[in-house]
């Protein structure tokens, strides 16, 4: 599932299409695709891990679920989900959700919740966390979109294991200094996370994703499903502190 730098990412390989009239709508999305054809795109815009097309007075919600993709003048031998095509160009998305909105997304999204925003409030998310139930665990916490929006199971056991925390640690018993530090860090890796798929290299710079040794301590890391959510992470029983 694409998270939130790999939505800031496609947001600006579609700038281009910005301010151009859509000229023909297809695809097997259950929405009203007619709707959409001769109107100009104002606005292509990211919240955590939606990819919003805004037209005037509505909007398209898109996620990429756990397999989404998509083509920038290209197209897959698969039926797209959308396809639209401008004077010169298309962009065709595939397994995703798609849903119109109507509104205006700055009266519907909060981006300081947004960790790729400018706008990002660490602040607030901070008085979220100490507004929750204490026992709840942080692989849980981190994964909350109404917090960490754009965080995904990359980016959760990446902070995790830089900030030394186990992922089934309870947030209210994580110190002061240290629930700062996991917010800061939210933000921190998920613009290096950023930086590195860029330039193609995310994967090199996994310590913990994926891998079966810490580069700390060198024993053997732990991978099991953990928290409500029930995603995969990875974790050192040495390196990270279990806070109870």
């Keep these: 599932m694409p998270e939130g730098p790999s939505i800031v990412i496609l947001k600006e390989e579609l700038e281009s299409f910005k301010n151009?009239?859509?000229l023909k709508v297809t695809g097997n999305a259950k929405i009203d695709l007619p709707r959409i054809t001769n109107l100009k795109i104002i606005d292509f815009k990211s919240?955590?891990?939606h990819f919003l097309i805004c037209f005037d007075g509505f909007y398209l919600r898109i996620h990429m679920l756990m397999f989404g993709t998509y083509r920038v003048n290209e197209r897959k031998e698969m039926a797209p989900r959308m396809s639209l095509v401008f004077n010169k160009g298309e962009v065709n998305f595939y397994t995703c959700s798609i849903k119109l909105m109507e509104g205006d997304v700055n009266e519907v999204y909060d981006w300081e919740k947004d960790i790729m925003s400018p706008e990002w409030n660490a602040s607030k998310a901070e008085a979220a966390l100490k507004k929750l139930?204490?026992?709840i665990m942080?692989?849980?916490v981190l994964l909350d979109q109404e917090i960490f929006a754009g965080v995904g199971n990359i980016i959760k056991n990446e902070v995790l294991f830089r900030t030394n925390i186990h992922p089934e640690s309870y947030v209210g018993s994580l110190p002061k200094k240290k629930l700062?530090?996991?917010v800061k860090d939210a933000r921190d890796y998920s613009l290096l996370f950023y930086k590195w798929k860029k330039i193609f290299q995310l994967k090199k710079h996994w310590q913990i994703y994926r891998k079966n040794i810490c580069p700390v301590?060198?024993?053997?890391?732990k991978r099991?499903?953990?928290?409500k959510t029930n995603r995969l992470s990875f974790f050192c029983n040495s390196c990270q502190v279990l806070y109870r």
Excluded: I
């Design 133 to 135: 139930k204490k026992r």
């Design 180 to 182: 700062k530090e996991l």
């Design 20 to 22: 151009r009239k859509v």
């Design 138 to 140: 942080v692989c849980d």
């Design 224 to 227: 099991t499903y953990v928290g």
């Design 47 to 49: 919240w955590g891990k």
């Design 217 to 221: 301590c060198k024993t053997s890391f």
